[in-house]
């Protein structure tokens, strides 16, 4: 099977397989509105192996185009729009792309600053799609790639690299996940997190398609406006990222999540207050899972109907593996700390065109994943920290989730971050970024380290906090700890 035939299995072409703006779109619209894209990319001269940018905001195009162009026999490449122009430049080149599909009102504020031929630029909107549905030509079957799609992450240091997905790895991290989730066709998803990010397109697109179920598609994340969409469209299964969650625990009434049987939160650690708070509040099981891109994204998550623990990132998905190995590559026993190792046909093939980096990853089968973590005795699995996050405070080491979860149990504080800070004395200090919730105006470091000194050793409180009005994220709601290394005052 390929990814653009992934509906194939459960195919109901009356039932919607997206909706939109209140429009719904059946599986048998969808696909017809899929081939023409195929033909439109084979007129337009698209070859098999072809690179096409696809730069939009969430959008039924958003789907036709992706699927279009990997039908035609192309390789897709979702850019985050939140790029500034020059890096959205380097991918372009870097990945040799023959042609760039962007969002009329992207186009618009790009075209400038990214100067391109007419024939290489193609303005995704409502009048394409309904050009495209003209077309009278017929598709011709190509010579797929086992690329279907690569996906540039932001690397620790340098420029980003392009981590090559195949068809097989999506597929089955898609039906790896729905087995393990237990959801099925009358399921209703709502994609409000960017399709260009690995994690919603294989959780909230593939996966209500590979099941025959429904996609709801928002342009964007609105707490109230949300709750509106979860009641009118009878949304049955939401996909966040914490700090989405801490938003709609704040704004949401309780019935606005009537309809939903199932929450799951990903992209960063979900500290178990929110848990334990989400659950009490709208009695829907919220359950934390792991991934990254070089896998497609998902490996892990906690059972929906087995134990759930605050804190865990669950259990390995059927037909992965996941081992906590030393710098050796040892696998270690349950309850010690090392870096996760992932297997499973889910890995990505490598790094496009970086031999040399991709060997730094993938070694013995498995993919080095840069986090560190532990197992228990059950199988259930923990992240202890990003391996470039840890802070080294006098030859000790300090965890900036463990930190974090600690300061999110003061009243004050809505949402922190952790990072390590220059010291000539203990070589990094602690310094805590925070946000407070409504009524309260401040935090002092001296009120901070009061609250945290039977929950913490004096090496992990914070030697420095400061109070901002938000914390810097990126366009998944994740919080950019680059952003705040760089911002520093020491204060």
Avoid at 227 to 255: C, D, H, N, Q
Avoid at 346 to 356: A, D, I, Q, S, T
């Amino acid at each position: 099977m390929y990814l653009h035939e992934i509906f194939k299995n459960n195919f109901r072409p009356e039932h919607p397989a997206l909706s939109y703006r209140g429009r719904k779109v059946t599986y048998r619209e969808m696909a017809k509105i899929i081939e023409k894209y195929a033909v439109f990319w084979q007129q337009k001269g698209l070859k098999p192996g072809d690179k096409v940018l696809l730069v939009s905001g969430n959008s039924p195009e958003f789907v036709y185009t992706y699927f279009g162009v990997v039908k035609a026999g192309g390789i897709i490449i979702p850019v985050n729009m939140g790029l500034a122009p020059e890096e959205i430049r380097y991918i372009f080149g870097d990945a040799q792309a023959r042609f760039v599909a962007i969002q009329e009102k992207i186009w618009l504020t790009l075209k400038e600053r990214f100067p391109l031929p007419e024939e290489m630029v193609i303005v995704l909107n409502e009048a394409l799609t309904s050009e495209i549905m003209n077309l009278e030509a017929k598709f011709i079957e190509p010579t797929y790639n086992d690329v279907c799609t690569i996906l540039y992450t932001s690397g620790t240091t340098g420029f980003p690299k392009g981590a090559m997905l195949t068809h097989e790895n999506l597929i089955f991290d898609t039906d790896s996940v729905t087995r393990f989730a237990e959801v099925d066709e009358n399921d209703n998803y709502l994609a409000v997190l960017p399709l260009f990010h690995s994690f919603a397109w294989t959780a909230c697109l593939l996966a209500p398609l590979y099941t025959g179920a429904t996609c709801t598609i928002e342009d964007g994340f609105n707490p109230r406006e949300i709750g509106k969409v979860l009641v009118a469209e009878k949304i049955t299964i939401f996909l966040g990222v914490p700090s989405m969650f801490i938003y709609l625990l704040e704004y949401l009434p309780r019935e606005a999540f009537n309809s939903v049987h199932l929450a799951v939160s990903g992209g960063s650690s979900l500290p178990p207050q929110f848990f334990y708070a989400f659950e009490e509040k709208f009695g829907v099981p919220l359950v934390e899972g792991y991934g990254l891109t070089e896998a497609s994204p998902i490996v892990t998550l906690n059972p929906r109907r087995g134990p759930r623990i605050p804190g865990s990132i669950g259990k390995v998905l059927p037909g992965m593996e996941v081992k906590i190995v030393d710098e050796n590559l040892n696998e270690l026993p349950p309850g010690e700390v090392g870096e996760l190792m992932v297997f499973g046909k889910n890995v990505m093939k490598g790094y496009y065109n970086k031999p040399e980096e991709t060997a730094k990853v993938l070694v013995n089968g498995g993919l080095l994943t840069g986090d560190l973590g532990k197992k228990d005795e059950q199988g259930y699995l923990y992240i202890v920290d990003r391996k470039k996050d840890l802070i080294i405070v006098s030859g000790f080491n300090v965890y900036p989730t463990e930190v974090e979860r600690a300061i999110l149990d003061h009243p004050a504080v809505r949402e922190v971050a952790v990072v390590g800070v220059p010291d000539g004395v203990r070589g990094e200090a602690v310094k805590a970024f925070i946000t407070l919730k409504e009524g309260y105006n401040s935090l002092t470091r001296k009120e901070l380290s009061e609250f945290l000194r039977d929950k913490l050793a004096a090496y992990k409180i914070p030697r420095y906090v400061e109070v901002l009005p938000e914390l810097p994220k990126n366009a998944t709601g994740k919080i950019m700890k680059k952003v705040l290394r760089g911002e520093n005052t020491n204060k």
